[in-house]
């Protein structure tokens, strides 16, 4: 059973940081995309960032450019989101999922309709 597993997420000040981390079980992640998503409440579902197959390619939304960084580890089945200076902002449930990837050169999309195994979420707050 293909599963992906969200942690990292928690309570934080303004200005710290957090790392993502979401493990795959069931399948190996190195012919998938992968996408994180984040979901505050009241908002639609949006698109963070991706990183294609090989970690050669990323994307970032504009709102978190310069500040996240998506990082890839295929020998451990997991990716990463990296959150520096973060903001009020960036509170939400942040979700990520995988999408086949069949040409491993190919730009990654952060289009939530293209990815079709998703995790659980999980949950940060920024707060002082």
């Known amino acids: 059973q293909l599963q992906l597993v969200e942690s990292g997420g928690g309570l934080v000040q303004p200005g710290g940081s957090l790392r993502l981390s979401c493990a795959a079980s ?9 996408g994180w998503f984040r979901q505050a409440p009241g908002k639609e579902r949006e698109g963070v960032s991706c990183i294609s197959r090989g970690g050669g390619r990323t994307k970032y939304a504009d709102s978190v450019k310069g500040r996240f960084t998506i990082s890839r580890d295929n020998a451990k089945n997991t990716v990463y989101l990296q959150m520096n200076n973060l903001k009020a902002e960036d509170t939400a449930v942040y979700y990520c999922a995988a999408r086949l990837q069949y040409i491993p050169q190919a730009m990654c999309v952060i289009s939530r309709s293209e990815y079709t195994n998703w995790g659980q979420g999980t949950q940060v707050i920024v707060s002082s």
């Open 26 to 34: 069931g399948f190996t992640l190195d012919i998938y995309a992968i």
